[in-house]
């Protein structure tokens, strides 16, 4: 046992008050010998105890320094034969030994099918009727999964009735808890009768640390809908978990219930305070939990969500990626204080662009940029952790000026992550965003009104100015690759068109990208790589391992790309546009496009011609350059392409019906029979006659 710090002065004190009473007594010699040999006898008796207790020794066993090699290979022997003497004491130990012995050849996946099926005969002639004697050992449970695994239906079920009214126990075990995860998988019939014996016992299993992951799995995994709610309504109050209903007990006609509807809440903030505030555990996973959490949050009333946020702050950032949980964030940012909001976003950190990347939790970040009044903390603990420039290499291979903007390339390449982007940059833009998503938003709106300050317009424009220059500094390095993006192009779009800054180079940029012809582009594309790949081949590997900084696309050039051909034709529109500034930017693309096509015109015109089916992107691109350009750059095109165009021969050997993309209906099929061929409205047709994009570009040509 360690000593106290003040031992000593203890001891002294003590000593000191012994002193005292040994002058005022006097000395009794049979009474000091009475008790000394009284606490001699104490000791001995420790000490024999003490000795019972530990390991015995082998008779005549010499210090292990002083054996031979045939000795220590006999005193081996000798341990392993006691070993097995101890073994052999558990009623148990036969049959263990020899299922062992089968089970060791049975998990080996060289089996055919036949010997699998003549091991598990023998194995369950050892086993059965003695399931329950060998569940909660780490050998013999591998034993008892590995049957269910390989058995066949008869034979799995009759493992799992052997074990009915154990799997409560089995739940608690660190080993027997598998057994159930392989019951839940493989016994689709035993499936309700197990989770039925967890009627009534959720809570205490759910706090489990064990049993806690075996309720999380049959709910979320194998659970059916009434089974869910049986499971879940046991944190409505304990009748709940007492009295089982046939009926489905919806939550919401509960709640319609006024008395029922507060007695359900009492329980609910009971039980999940108790749950968070338990030190060391993670709910990270318990999407049970989550579910509770959500219809406190759904139906608690505006004070005791607030005193729920204490309990629940430090589990946010843990939980945001179910559904469940990210409504539990929003709920939880919106109705947070200003200190309670700083320290959830504090929470965040090295994760944010993780989270901007997820189905449900980017909408958590989503919410933060509506309702935070402190756009600075936004800055420094969002923005900046996705903007910020990381060395895609190791510190021996790069230098400073390697450094990129990997986390925004991931964010605004990815599905989930690009949204948070188009958020910052044009809210809430009906194109990129579900009537279902803005609704969801909205309905932070009024809560937001209570709790925050700052007008949501300044707001906005404040995050726009903050995230702006690290998005088209970004465009403007990638230009080539994002605009043949799918996720990404939109992206580049409304970084044009709603970021502020200086936005020139990032136009050139992408005008400069179709400077060359297709053949030129392949073959550019071409040397680079090779040049990378041998001068440069340690740093490649090293860069592409850190940075994964855009989806692969195929090389195509970008005006043959349907989706970089659609978004230089949008940047082109974008010279019709009401707001003065925008308009200004389609004009100054329109003239840096044609600077940089002009040599190649006629190319691009005969490589329409060609295949006038395929290449209507490209031929519509080159049109809105025709009809939005300035009279001095309309003239110089129809002057350089005057004498091609009579001796142009268009292409059209497949039928332009079967190929429209636009106002199209998918072909219906009725019964077995063949697609009925789409029906097209003639009255859109130009003279009732279909025109591809390049025979629109020449009949302007010509007039």
């Given amino acids: ?42 000791m001995e008796e420790e000490n024999e105890e003490e000795n019972k207790s530990k390991k015995p020794r082998l008779e005549n066993q010499p210090i ?103 799997y409560v126990e089995l739940s608690k075990s660190i080993y027997g808890r598998f057994i159930i995860s392989r019951v839940l998988a493989y016994c689709t019939e035993e499936r309700a009768s197990v989770i039925s ?42 009748e709940f978990a007492l009295f089982k209903s046939s009926e489905n007990r919806n939550i919401e006609k509960l709640m319609e219930q006024p008395i029922k509807k507060e007695s359900i809440l009492k329980h609910l903030q009971h039980t999940l305070s108790s749950i968070l505030g338990k030190g060391g555990w993670d709910i990270t996973t318990h999407t049970i939990v989550h579910r509770a959490l959500m219809e406190y949050f759904q139906y608690a009333d505006e004070h005791s969500i607030q005193s729920m946020i204490e309990f629940v702050k430090d589990h946010i950032v843990h939980i945001l990626h179910t559904r469940e949980g990210a409504y539990v964030a929003r709920k939880a940012i919106l109705y947070g204080t200003p200190k309670e909001r700083k320290y959830i976003i504090k929470t965040f950190k090295s994760y944010v662009a993780k989270i901007a990347c997820e189905q ?41 000026e390697d450094a990129e903007n990997v986390g925004l390339i991931n964010v605004i390449t990815n599905r989930w992550g690009s949204r948070v982007a188009l958020y910052l940059l044009s809210h809430r833009e009906g194109k990129y965003f579900s009537p279902s998503d803005i609704k969801l938003l909205e309905e932070g709106d009024a809560i937001r009104e209570k709790t925050s300050k700052k007008d949501p317009e300044i707001r906005r424009k404040e995050l726009l100015k903050a995230f702006s220059p690290a998005m088209i500094e970004i465009c403007t390095k990638y230009a080539e690759q994002l605009i043949r993006d799918r996720i990404s192009s939109p992206v580049v779009f ?34 680079e790589k090779e040049e990378d790949e041998y001068f440069n081949a340690i740093k490649k590997l090293a860069a592409e391992k850190a940075e994964a900084k855009y989806v692969e696309i195929e090389n195509e050039h970008p005006l043959v790309n349907r989706i970089s051909n659609q978004l230089i034709k949008n940047i082109i529109m974008l010279s019709n546009s009401e707001n003065e500034e925008t ?23 005969k490589h329409c011609a060609k295949d006038a089916i395929h290449t209507s992107g490209t031929a519509y691109a080159l049109l809105a350059l025709l009809e939005n350009a300035d009279d001095k750059v309309t003239k110089e095109i129809k002057s350089s392409l005057k004498s091609v165009i ?29 697609a009925q061929k789409p029906k097209i409205d003639k009255t859109k047709l130009d003279g009732g006659e279909y025109l591809t994009g390049i025979e629109k570009l020449i009949k302007i040509l010509k007039n």
């Fill in 646 to 674: 009579s001796k142009l021969k268009i292409n059209k050997e497949n039928k332009a019906p079967n190929n429209i993309n636009n106002n199209m209906k998918k072909r219906k099929r009725n019964g077995g029979g063949k």
């Fill in 583 to 605: 308009q200004k930017l389609g004009k100054t693309f329109i003239n840096a496009l044609y600077e940089n096509i002009k040599e190649n015109l006629t190319y691009w015109v």
């Fill in 64 to 166: 292990k320094s002083q054996l031979t090699p045939e000795q220590k290979a006999a005193n081996r022997q000798a341990q392993k034969q006691l070993k097995n003497e101890r073994k052999a004491q558990n009623p148990s130990y036969e049959i263990i030994s020899e299922a062992k012995e089968i089970w060791e050849t049975l998990r080996l996946k060289r089996n055919t099918k036949d010997e699998r099926k003549q091991l598990m005969e023998r194995l369950m002639k050892i086993i059965r009727g003695r399931v329950q004697e060998i569940i909660f050992k780490h050998d013999s449970s591998r034993i008892i999964q590995c049957a269910i695994k390989y058995g066949n239906q008869s034979q799995r079920s009759e493992i799992a009735k052997e074990l009915k009214g154990k």
């Fill in 494 to 527: 409304e970084t044009i068109r709603c970021a502020e800054g200086e936005k020139d180079k990032l136009i050139k940029a992408i005008a400069n990208v179709t400077k060359s012809t297709i053949e030129e582009f392949k073959e550019s594309h071409k040397e």
């Fill in 197 to 238: 014996e967890f009627y009534g016992k959720v809570l205490k299993l759910i706090k489990h640390k064990e049993a806690s992951l075996i309720i999380e799995e049959a709910y979320s995994q194998y659970a059916n809908a009434a089974q869910r709610t049986a499971l879940i309504e046991e944190f409505y109050g304990p």
């Fill in 1 to 42: 046992m360690a000593k106290s710090k003040n031992y000593k002065k203890e001891l002294n004190k003590e000593e000191f008050v012994d002193d005292m009473d040994y002058e005022n007594k006097e000395y009794n010699e049979d009474e000091y010998d009475e008790e000394a040999l009284e606490g001699k006898e104490e």
């Fill in 360 to 400: 449900y939790g980017h909408t958590v970040l989503l919410t933060i940029f509506d309702c935070v009044d402190d756009t600075t903390l936004i800055q420094k603990s969002i923005l900046s952790e996705i903007t910020k420039k990381v060395k895609p290499t190791t510190t021996i291979i790069g230098t400073e």
